[in-house]
C-alpha cells in the first residue's frame, strides 16, 4: 500500500512505495509482492480476494497474470458529469483498466494516468476507442465530479472515466479486486492517504481482471501489453 502525505497546501511530498497485494506468497515474493491480508480500512473482520499468481513467472515483463482472475467490482457511483455510473454495466465486454487514487496525489497517481494515457495515445484510433480507463477516487470528499473533470484530462486523458462517491462504497469495491485503502486522516496538517497502486485489466471477453500492473509499470511496459489486453489475450 502506498502512503502519500499531501500537505495543506498540497505541495508534493514523495510517498513511501510499498506495493500492496495479494497471494501465492512464495511466487509473490519472487516478483517483489506482498501478501495482504485484512484490506479493509475500518473493517477488520474482512479480507481481500485471494488471487494466485500466474506460474513461471517473468522478471523482466511488467505484468502479473492472474491465475484466479478478480470479479469486476460491483460498483455504482458518480461520474464527471454527475451522472450515475453503473462499473459493470458500462464497462461490460470493453477491455478496461481500473485504478483507485487520489487527485491530491503528489506522484504515483499522476504518473500512472500519465503512462497510460501516453501508451494509449500509440493504439490505432479504433482500438484507442475501444479501450476503457476508469480511475476511482480514495479521496471522495475532496474529488467531486467537478474537480476529477479538471483533473483526469490533464494528468491522463479527456477519455478516461473519473468517478466519486461514497466512501464506503469505494472501499469495498476496491477490496472486491485485492485493493486496500483508508480513509485520508489528517496528521500535523498534512492529509495522509493510504491506497494500493495497482492497475487491474478486465478482458472484454470475460470481463473478469486478469492482469495486474505495480506502481512501477512504464510506458513502454503499457504500450507493449495494451494491443493483447484488448483482444482479451495474455500480454
Same mark, same amino acid.
Given at each position: 500500500?502506498?502512503?502519500?502525505?499531501?500537505?495543506?497546501?498540497?505541495?508534493?511530498?514523495?510517498?513511501?512505495?510499498?506495493?500492496?497485494?495479494?497471494?501465492?506468497?512464495?511466487?509473490?515474493?519472487?516478483?517483489?509482492?506482498?501478501?495482504?491480508?485484512?484490506?479493509?480500512?475500518?473493517?477488520?473482520?474482512?479480507?481481500?480476494?485471494?488471487?494466485?499468481?500466474?506460474?513461471?513467472?517473468?522478471?523482466?515483463?511488467?505484468?502479473?497474470?492472474?491465475?484466479?482472475?478478480?470479479?469486476?467490482?460491483?460498483?455504482?457511483?458518480?461520474?464527471?458529469?454527475?451522472?450515475?455510473?453503473?462499473?459493470?454495466?458500462?464497462?461490460?465486454?470493453?477491455?478496461?483498466?481500473?485504478?483507485?487514487?487520489? %487527485?491530491?496525489?503528489?506522484? &504515483?497517481?499522476?504518473?500512472?494516468?500519465?503512462? $497510460?494515457?501516453?501508451?494509449? *495515445?500509440? #493504439? @490505432? !484510433?479504433?482500438?484507442?476507442?475501444?479501450?476503457?480507463?476508469?480511475?476511482?477516487?480514495?479521496?471522495?470528499?475532496?474529488?467531486?465530479?467537478?474537480?476529477?473533470?479538471?483533473?483526469?484530462?490533464?494528468?491522463?486523458?479527456?477519455?478516461?472515466?473519473?468517478?466519486?462517491?461514497?466512501?464506503?462504497?469505494?472501499?469495498?469495491?476496491?477490496?472486491?479486486?485485492?485493493?486496500?485503502?483508508?480513509?485520508?486522516?489528517?496528521?500535523?496538517?498534512?492529509?495522509?492517504?493510504?491506497?494500493?497502486?495497482?492497475?487491474?485489466?478486465?478482458?472484454?471477453? %470475460?470481463?473478469?481482471?486478469? &492482469?495486474?500492473?505495480?506502481?512501477?509499470?512504464? $510506458?513502454?511496459?503499457?504500450? *507493449?501489453? #495494451? @494491443? !493483447?489486453?484488448?483482444?482479451?489475450?495474455?500480454?
Amino acid at each position: 500500500m502506498s502512503e502519500e502525505k499531501t500537505p495543506g497546501t498540497d505541495a508534493p511530498r514523495p510517498g513511501r512505495r510499498t506495493p500492496l497485494v495479494i497471494a501465492a506468497v512464495a511466487i509473490a515474493a519472487a516478483i517483489g509482492l506482498t501478501a495482504a491480508v485484512g484490506l479493509g480500512g475500518n473493517d477488520d473482520k474482512a479480507s481481500g480476494p485471494v488471487a494466485e499468481v500466474s506460474g513461471g513467472t517473468d522478471s523482466t515483463k511488467a505484468a502479473t497474470v492472474l491465475d484466479r482472475p478478480f470479479t469486476k467490482p460491483d460498483l455504482v457511483l458518480t461520474d464527471t458529469k454527475g451522472q450515475k455510473y453503473d462499473l459493470r454495466e458500462r464497462t461490460k465486454g470493453k477491455p478496461t483498466l481500473i485504478y483507485f487514487g487520489y %487527485t491530491h496525489c503528489p506522484d &504515483v497517481c499522476p504518473m500512472t494516468m500519465s503512462n $497510460i494515457a501516453i501508451a494509449r *495515445k500509440q #493504439l @490505432p !484510433k479504433a482500438d484507442q476507442d475501444k479501450l476503457q480507463v476508469v480511475f476511482v477516487t480514495t479521496d471522495p470528499q475532496r474529488d467531486t465530479s467537478a474537480e476529477l473533470a479538471k483533473w483526469l484530462p490533464a494528468a491522463g486523458d479527456p477519455s478516461f472515466t473519473g468517478l466519486t462517491g461514497d466512501f464506503s462504497a469505494i472501499q469495498a469495491g476496491a477490496r472486491q479486486i485485492g485493493i486496500g485503502i483508508d480513509p485520508p486522516k489528517v496528521e500535523n496538517g498534512n492529509v495522509v492517504s493510504m491506497h494500493g497502486a495497482q492497475v487491474i485489466a478486465f478482458s472484454p471477453t %470475460t470481463d473478469q481482471g486478469y &492482469v495486474l500492473y505495480g506502481e512501477d509499470a512504464s $510506458i513502454d511496459d503499457y504500450a *507493449k501489453d #495494451l @494491443p !493483447k489486453i484488448i483482444k482479451g489475450e495474455n500480454p
